[in-house]
Structures are given as C-alpha cells and as structure tokens.
T-cell receptor
Framework: GDSVTQMEGPVTLSEEAFLTINCTYT??????LFWYVQYPGEGLQLLLK?????DKGSNKGFEATYRKETTSFHLEKGSVQVSDSAVYFCATRGTSYDKVIFGPGTSLSVIP | DSGVTQTPKHLITATGQRVTLRCSPR?????VYWYQQSLDQGLQFLIQYYNGEERAKGNILERFSAQQFPDLHSELNLSSLELGDSALYFCASSAVGDTQYFGPGTRLTVL
C-alpha cells in the first residue's frame, strides 16, 4: 500500500539556518503530495502541496518539489525563524481515493 | 482558522466509559475524516464519510464508530474506553478530491 517515509528528528537549528526535511513516498500512479505543519497545541495546517511531477509547492518561504524519478518531496527553507518551530508532516493522497497517508512527522526546534 | 470545528476541546473520562466527539466540516465540504494522533502510533486514519455514507475505513477499532448526519456534521463514538485510547482526535473535511482541512482536535484523556 501507499506509504510515506520522512526523517523523524528531532531537528534543532539556529535561527537563519537552512532547513531540509527529507520525504519519500511509495504510491501507485500519480499521487498528490502535501506538507502539513502542526504548531504546539494546535491542529494540522496545510503548508504546501503539489499535484503533479515537477510541480513546486511554496508557502511562507518553504518550498518542495514533486520529484517522480526519486519519489521524493523534500521540504526546504532558506532561513528558518523561531516561529517555524513545529512538527512537519509529509503526506500523500492517491488518485483513486481521498484517504491521506501521513509520514511520522519531523519535530523542528529553532533556537535564537 | 481552517473552518472545521470540533467539540469538546478537552475530554477527561474514566476507563470503561463512552464518549462522543463532534465535528462540523467547512461549509460545502461533503467529506469528513477522523484521525487519531498518539505519541506511539503517530497520525492514524480512522474513517471517512462522504455525504452521509461511510467511504473508507482505516485503523478503527470495533469499539469505535462514527456517523455523518444530513447536515454533514459528524460524530465519533468511542466506547469501553481504555487507557491506550488517550490521544488527540482530529477531524478533517474536504471537497471531492481536494485538500483536507483539519480541525483543532479533541484531546481525550482516559484515567
């Protein structure tokens, strides 16, 4: 079945550092790919998404490119802020159903 | 604000009891999903409803059940509660084939 693998962390970075969180997926066909973010004490929020190969999703300085050849959707940000401290979830949704499969989440802490 | 509302925000109960969690989807969304988030299991899909009908089932225990009403709100019923059922329960909604938007969650504590 479909699955998502991502680095589990926790990841600790200094403010203004470069962030990469790796995500790879297993799915048939051409799934949609998502990054969700969960801030402390809150629900999941959609951060960005991509629906076809080579699409780049971007939001709030975060970017991820849908790479079908490597089945990856790595999340990047050039300069993280303390306010980016949260748990980040990579997810995939297949083309034949609505169920979303989430990765285990990566906890990010950004220190001043 | 995602537009998805969940009540209650917190729930504390005892083992063996039964609770009901409520979710109101975004206006116009016909699909509702329930997820359980716990420290050891991560985010687990439980069940999906579409316009009142069950559409997909995930790792939902037989002690748990859900329904979606004609006004599209949904309820998740958890019975014979065990300590291990303590978790965050999220509801999400979407239009067909569209992005899922999550509610703020209900934190269930079973003592």
């Amino acid at each position: 079945g479909d699955s998502v693998t991502q680095m589990e962390g926790p990841v600790t970075l200094s403010e203004e550092a470069f962030l990469t969180i790796n995500c790879t997926y297993t799915a048939t066909g051409y799934p949609s790919l998502f990054w969700y973010v969960q801030y402390p004490g809150e629900g999941l929020q959609l951060l960005l998404k991509a629906t076809k190969a080579d699409d780049k999703g971007s939001n709030k300085g975060f970017e991820a490119t849908y790479r079908k050849e490597t089945t990856s959707f790595h999340l990047e940000k050039g300069s993280v802020q303390v306010s980016d401290s949260a748990v980040y979830f990579c997810a995939t949704r297949g083309t034949s159903y609505d169920k979303v499969i989430f990765g285990p989440g990566t906890s990010l802490s950004v220190i001043p | 604000d995602s537009g998805v509302t969940q009540t209650p925000k917190h729930l504390i109960t005892a083992t063996g009891q039964r609770v009901t969690l409520r979710c109101s989807p975004r206006s116009g969304d016909l699909s509702v999903y329930w997820y359980q988030q716990s420290l050891d299991q991560g985010l687990q899909f439980l069940i999906q409803y579409y316009n009142g009908e069950e559409r997909a089932k995930g790792n939902i225990l037989e002690r748990f059940s859900a329904q979606q009403f004609p006004d599209l709100h949904s309820e998740l019923n958890l019975s014979s509660l065990e300590l291990g059922d303590s978790a965050l329960y999220f509801c999400a909604s979407s239009a067909v084939g569209d992005t899922q938007y999550f509610g703020p969650g209900t934190r269930l504590t079973v003592l």
